[in-house]
């Protein structure tokens, strides 16, 4: 079965500028996550949606950060204006059941 | 915030040892999930352990957990140069994923 994709793999950007990544389940799994890992660090979760309903977005911060998942499949997420401090490597994930995730290859932004 | 930790942050040893990673977490989970992650890849699901379980065998890897302790430990046995990784444990508490800082290991060849 495919994998999870994600695009694109690197972004640069400039502090202040907007960004927007994609997300592509695998097929049939009902819950998506996007995690933010900073270098050297675990990943963050920031939101987690079921079907195309939001769970968990406590850590996601709604200030610059949004995302969406309309008819529960693919997701996007985008940081609007972005800081330097949101280099990092934007992770989704998505699972059949709340268990085993699977992840894509991440998006590694750098804001310059 | 994070939710696991992980000890040691960095681990080498030689390749045929054996290395142990341990984690430790603070609130009651549902389940606690091993990871791990390649330099620049995504992470891949090792291991997933039940609250009511205590251990866990899947080829060379074994996974404890002690929910007295809010602890478990990795295990792998027999390590090769391939095992070079950043490993995570994640807690599931309700549905509510927490990963820890990770642990470096290096096996030299």
């Known amino acids: 079965e495919a994998g999870v994709a994600q695009s694109p793999r690197y972004k640069i950007i400039e502090k202040r500028q907007s960004v927007a990544f994609w997300c592509n389940p695998i097929?049939?799994?009902?819950?998506l996550y996007w995690y933010q890992q900073i270098l050297g660090q675990g990943p963050k979760l920031l939101i987690q949606f079921q079907n195309n309903g939001v769970v968990d977005d406590s850590q996601l911060p709604k200030d610059r950060f949004s995302a969406e998942r309309l008819k529960g499949v693919d997701s996007t997420l985008k940081i609007q204006p972005a800081k330097l401090e949101d280099s990092a490597v934007y992770l989704c994930?998505?699972?059949?059941?709340?268990?085993?995730?699977?992840f894509g290859p991440g998006t590694r932004l750098t804001v310059l | 915030s994070q939710q696991g930790e992980e000890d040691p942050q960095a681990l080498s040893i030689q390749e045929g040892e054996n290395a142990t990673m341990n984690c430790s977490y603070k609130?009651?989970?549902?389940?606690l999930q091993w990871y791990r992650q390649n330099s620049g890849r995504g992470l891949v699901h090792l291991i997933l352990?039940?609250?009511?379980?205590r251990e866990k065998h899947s080829g060379r890897l074994r996974v404890t957990l002690d929910t007295s302790k809010k602890s478990s430990s990795l295990l792998i046995t027999a390590s090769r140069a391939a095992d070079t990784a950043s490993y995570f444990c994640a807690t599931d508490s309700n549905n509510d994923m927490r990963f820890g800082a990770g642990t470096r290991l290096t096996v030299k060849p």
């Open positions: 097929s049939g799994h009902a819950t």
């Open positions: 994930a998505s699972s059949l059941l709340l268990n085993e995730q699977f």
């Open positions: 352990i039940r609250s009511n379980e």
């Open positions: 609130t009651s989970i549902n389940n």
